[in-house]
């Protein structure tokens, strides 16, 4: 027919011999059965580590150098005209697996794509087998012929380093009389940005905005300042006497409302909780006192055996943390008149109380001289939680509200200032300068510096702790020019 091709001989196709047939069908059962099958003639290896190395050899894969000229590093022309691709690959394979050589040999280049040189691509000069020294690449690192590009979705940035606290205070008052007695509190910072200070017999505040400072009142030659607290809100400052009395004054004014009584000794601390006030004395006992009603006192709490040198109210103000020198740290409810926890590990007074801004329930206490221990305790579950020995004496703690972040202040023996990261408890910094016993500590408003207080007559403001938007940077708070004042 018309639409049939003609024959040839040559399209005829003959039979495969009968060794060929005999071939294939083997080739194909060793297929199927390729997971039974084992090859008589080849050892079989599993999976195995390549191990690091510092300087990987291109002798230790035995793979031959390839005879390249040493001005351009390709292979020369076979007899034929045409390029030894097994050397050029052999020379890929090299630069692939090692760094190139320091004499800058070429990366060899196919015969296809030798045409469009400028499209070559570029070979990360990585050593993939050093993994010691390279732990934090992308994904892309792995491979040998693509650059380290970023991976969507993967945040390589490097560590932060950790946040520089200045060494030196940038502001310096000289603080007159102002008394070496480890049981007295005779410091603290008002929300209005306004330092109290007890001096001798007379209080003193001093504005934080304009510098002036103010005699806020004179107890005379017969009594002397032990203790001041501000109210959490407003104007209110409680003064606490050597007599025994807690006077609460009108700072804005500089106005006595009234004097309340109660206990027999000295009272040396005071903690506000709202319009309710603590005051714990040396006559061993705690009294809350509600400032809007006619008596002086609403409960007295008892349980120490000594004296009442610590007090502070949780954030919440549930809860109230007392220590004594009787080496007890104690925790009351708003209702108890006895302590709902006992904490008895420490081994000398418990003055240094705070309470975690960030975990609730959290609380810090450091130890004095026989002790020298900051220890955590979580009064939610009536547990210890860990011990720091911090080599000194324990005077104050106080929490950072910006950061998860405490600073604790020493007397014996190294008058030091610590800051601490929580609940690592890694030094940030050690700031000296104080030539006594560091007894003394309150934070500003905005929780960025603090102030301490020494029986070397001084006040030192340091910039400590960053702020709220700040966290995770350093500090952006510059040391002023430093500048000294005399209170008084």
Same mark, same amino acid.
């Given at each position: 027919?018309? !639409?049939?091709l003609p024959?040839?001989?040559?399209? &005829?196709?003959?039979p495969p011999?009968? =060794?060929?047939?005999?071939f %294939?069908?083997c080739h194909v @059962?060793r297929?199927?059965?390729s ?5 008589p ?7 195995? #580590?390549?191990?690091?190395r510092s300087?990987?050899k291109?002798a230790?894969f ?6 390249t000229s040493?001005a ?8 034929? /005209?045409?390029?030894?691709s ?5 020379m890929?394979?090299k630069?692939?697996? #090692? ?6 040999v070429?990366v060899?280049?196919?015969?296809e794509?030798r =045409?469009?040189s ?14 010691? &020294?390279e732990t +934090?690449q992308?994904?892309h690192?792995?491979?040998p #012929?693509m650059c @380290? !590009?970023?991976?969507p /979705?993967v945040n390589?940035?490097p560590?932060?380093a950790?946040r520089?606290?200045?060494r ?6 000289d603080a007159?009389a102002?008394q @070496?007695?480890?049981?007295?509190n005779?410091?603290d910072?008002? =929300?209005? %940005?306004?330092l109290a200070v007890g ?5 003193y505040?001093? %504005?934080a905005?304009s510098s002036?400072?103010t005699k806020l009142?004179?107890l ?7 203790s001041?607290g501000?109210a959490q +809100? ?7 006497t ?6 609460i004054?009108d700072a ?9 009584e ?6 040396g601390?005071l903690?506000?909780s709202?319009s ?6 040396r006559? *061993? $006992?705690?009294?809350q006192?509600?400032i ?5 006192f609403?409960s007295k709490?008892?349980g120490h055996k =000594?004296?009442?040198c610590?007090?502070k109210?949780?954030?919440d $103000?549930?809860?109230?943390a007392?220590g004594g020198n009787?080496n ?5 409810n708003?209702?108890?008149t006895q302590p709902v926890? *006992?904490?008895?590990?420490?081994t000398?007074a418990?003055?240094?109380i705070?309470?975690s801004?960030h ?8 130890g /004095?001289t026989? !002790?020298?221990?900051?220890r955590f305790?979580?009064t939610?579950?009536?547990s210890?939680?860990s011990c ?6 324990v ?5 950072s509200k910006?950061? $998860?972040?405490l600073?604790?202040?020493?007397g014996?023996?190294q008058n030091?200032i610590?800051?601490? +990261?929580y609940?690592t408890m890694?030094?940030?910094? &050690?700031?000296?300068?104080?030539t006594y016993r560091v007894?003394y500590?309150a934070?500003?408003?905005d929780?960025?510096?603090i102030v301490? /207080?020494?029986? !070397? ?7 400590? #702790?960053p702020?709220?938007k700040?966290q ?8 002023s020019s430093?500048g000294?004042?005399?209170?008084r």
């Amino acid at each position: 027919m018309d !639409d049939q091709l003609p024959r040839s001989s040559s399209s &005829t196709v003959s039979p495969p011999p009968a =060794s060929s047939l005999t071939f %294939n069908k083997c080739h194909v @059962d060793r297929m199927i059965n390729s997971s039974h099958y084992c090859s008589p003639s080849r050892t079989i290896y599993s999976d195995r #580590f390549i191990p690091s190395r510092s300087a990987s050899k291109f002798a230790l894969f035995d793979i031959p150098a390839s005879p390249t000229s040493a001005a351009s590093g390709v292979s020369p022309p076979a007899a034929d /005209g045409r390029e030894d691709s097994s050397s050029a690959y052999t020379m890929l394979l090299k630069t692939a697996l #090692f760094e190139p050589d320091a004499a800058g040999v070429p990366v060899p280049v196919t015969p296809e794509k030798r =045409s469009s040189s400028a499209s070559v691509m570029t070979i990360s000069s990585r050593n993939i087998f050093r993994y010691k &020294t390279e732990t +934090r690449q992308s994904f892309h690192s792995l491979s040998p #012929f693509m650059c @380290d !590009d970023a991976v969507p /979705g993967v945040n390589h940035c490097p560590v932060k380093a950790p946040r520089k606290v200045p060494r030196s205070p940038y502001k310096v008052l000289d603080a007159p009389a102002l008394q @070496d007695d480890f049981y007295l509190n005779l410091v603290d910072w008002s =929300s209005h %940005n306004v330092l109290a200070v007890g001096l001798g017999n007379c209080v003193y505040l001093w %504005n934080a905005c304009s510098s002036k400072v103010t005699k806020l009142c004179d107890l005379g030659i017969d009594d002397c300042v032990c203790s001041v607290g501000w109210a959490q +809100r407003g104007t209110h400052l409680a003064v606490g006497t050597s007599n025994g009395k807690v006077q609460i004054w009108d700072a804005a004014r500089c106005k006595k409302i009234r004097s309340m009584e109660g206990h027999r000794l000295r009272v040396g601390a005071l903690a506000w909780s709202s319009s309710l006030l603590s005051s714990g004395g040396r006559d *061993k $006992n705690i009294y809350q006192r509600d400032i809007r009603a006619q008596e002086d006192f609403v409960s007295k709490l008892s349980g120490h055996k =000594s004296e009442v040198c610590g007090l502070k109210w949780s954030y919440d $103000n549930r809860e109230l943390a007392s220590g004594g020198n009787d080496n007890r740290l104690f925790v009351w409810n708003q209702h108890s008149t006895q302590p709902v926890l *006992k904490y008895c590990e420490h081994t000398a007074a418990v003055k240094a109380i705070a309470w975690s801004p960030h975990i609730h329930g959290l609380l810090a206490s450091g130890g /004095g001289t026989a !002790d020298r221990c900051i220890r955590f305790w979580n009064t939610t579950t009536n547990s210890h939680l860990s011990c720091m020995d911090t080599g000194s004496q324990v005077c104050n703690l106080v929490w950072s509200k910006n950061v $998860n972040e405490l600073v604790s202040t020493h007397g014996y023996s190294q008058n030091q200032i610590i800051v601490w +990261r929580y609940p690592t408890m890694s030094k940030l910094a &050690t700031l000296t300068g104080h030539t006594y016993r560091v007894l003394y500590l309150a934070i500003s408003p905005d929780g960025q510096t603090i102030v301490t /207080g020494a029986g !070397d007559e001084t006040l030192r403001f340091w910039n400590v #702790f960053p702020s709220p938007k700040s966290q995770n940077t350093d500090s952006e708070i510059g040391a002023s020019s430093l500048g000294r004042t005399i209170i008084r």
